[in-house]
């Protein structure tokens, strides 16, 4: 009897330790599977466009990127300041520069799962962290230099600061409100479309009929305090619309390509939307899917608490807005105005889907007995995980991005000597080369009139095709190089670039490269150029030479 008196405490003590390791984990296990995925092959994939438009942001003086923000991606102001902190200590590499990102989606994914836990259960909460984890759309922008990871993953933040806000039981709300305020702000300095979750969070508020009345005060101040801070860059931000232009307008094509966007794929519409269903629509073993936790974490004796008393936010509550109001709202104004709607700009709405998922398979295993629940997870988790392997390979490929800048690289590596010329046919060109300078670097660009740091952009500023006469006649060794920009709609100086070319030959075509988003030519002057004579038209080459082959078209890739 006194060893059992004298266990007990012992007994207790393990009890609660192993509680706490148990709820830990609910956050932890999802973060560490996010930041492993991420982590393979982070640096095999090229640099692409935007890309680009990173690495070159953030190698100029501050200076000098002030410049820049006035004239284009004042939107990315605050992203491209935090990653010249970082480039400065970690370096420009790919793997460098897409860390934080695939950070950035491990907290998100550990954010995830702590919401799943409190709305709907630690089975629940764990697998909606899982399978953010294992997303497609998370995965690829985890795999990119550029801010969208880190929006979702304060998007998550902010939401959580809501629900731990709003619960009626919290001792300090204000401080929770406070924090949610500054998230929101955060979230509007990485990328201004990120404030759309706060109409989804009233939304929110506005479903839930929550009891605590000073909930919206906190939320309208806080939140408002937020916009009105934003204002200012609102505005800038305006006045730079043109960089959005030849974004499509809103058609039911579109709509679908945002459904296959958040699940995947085409291959994981079914298999996503099914548990995704039955997580909004079904109810959980332990009183449903409006289990919540109290204010300081502790569950009650069922596991679960409810939340449609006021006790909490329901998860369908929670999620739906969030998932369906930022793309409406992004389509509706692209209809009323110009166009402004692209996938990633919705990327933090990916959370909401993970979540219902994450019931509806916690659904699904509380179905019947244990072993029948088990049985039913692991086919749903197979239905998903089959389809995704591809993907998830794929996007990890050395040519996962729309441009493959890193093979040309590679090309004159090999093949370039130092000091020939190379003709880039517009500036987007020279944009994308900009991401791999150790080998563009090499060559005399003949067609730059003022340097992007100069000019205060990406792409420098072009001399005229006929200004180009001069550096090709004294040029033995000549690359043309062109990318998806100049080959979809070349426009008229594109062609008398090219065309330029041919008339101070006589060349010869020593090589043609193609790579993904491009092609790279190598001309090789093979006698003396003669000034056109007045029997001549104006351009045309002086002697009679073999017409050179018109390079192959490659298809545009799809934005």
Known sequence: MTSLTLDSPARGETARRDGRLARWAVPLVPAVAALALSLVYLGRPSFWLDEAATLSATSRPVGQMLRLFHNLDLVHAFYYLGMKVWVTVFGAGETALRLPSALATAVAAGG????????????????????????IPVASFAHEARSYAMVTAVAVLATYLLIRGVHPRERHPWRWFAGYGVAILLLGLLHLDGVLLLPAHGATLLAARSKARRSWLRWTACGGLACVLLLPLALAAHTQAEQVAWLPPPSRRLVWQLVKFMVGGPDLVWPTLVPALIGAFGRLRTRGADAVEGPDGAEGP?????????????????????????????LLASLVADPMFMFRYVLFSVPALSLLMGAGLAAIAAIGRPWAGGALLAAAVAVLVVPSVQPQIDLRRHDAKLDDVR?????????AHDGDAIVYLNGV????AGAYPDAFGRLRDIGLAEDPVRAGNFSGR???????????????????????ASTANPGPLVIRRQQMIQATGPWRIAGNWGFKGGRLILYVRTGPYR???????KGAPATPQRALP????????KP
């Not at 018109?550 to 890739?557: E, G, H, I, L, Y």
Request: glycine content about 10%.
């Open 550 to 557: 018109k390079p192959r078209r490659t298809a545009p890739a």
């Open 462 to 484: 072009d001399k005229a095709p006929w200004q180009l006469r001069g550096p090709l006649v004294h040029s033995g060794r000549v690359w043309m190089m062109r990318t998806r």
């Open 112 to 135: 995830v799962a702590l919401i799943g836990r409190r709305c709907a259960g630690p089975m629940a909460g764990l697998l909606a962290g899982l399978v953010y984890a294992g997303s």
């Open 302 to 330: 069922d596991g679960a608490r409810r939340g449609a008393d006021g006790s909490g936010v329901p998860l369908t509550v929670l999620t739906l807005p969030w998932l369906i109001v930022p793309s409406a709202l992004l």
């Open 531 to 537: 000034a056109p004579s007045k029997a001549h038209p």
């Open 407 to 415: 093979a040309a690289a590679e090309i004159l590596h090999q093949h």
């Open 429 to 432: 060109v020279r944009w994308d």
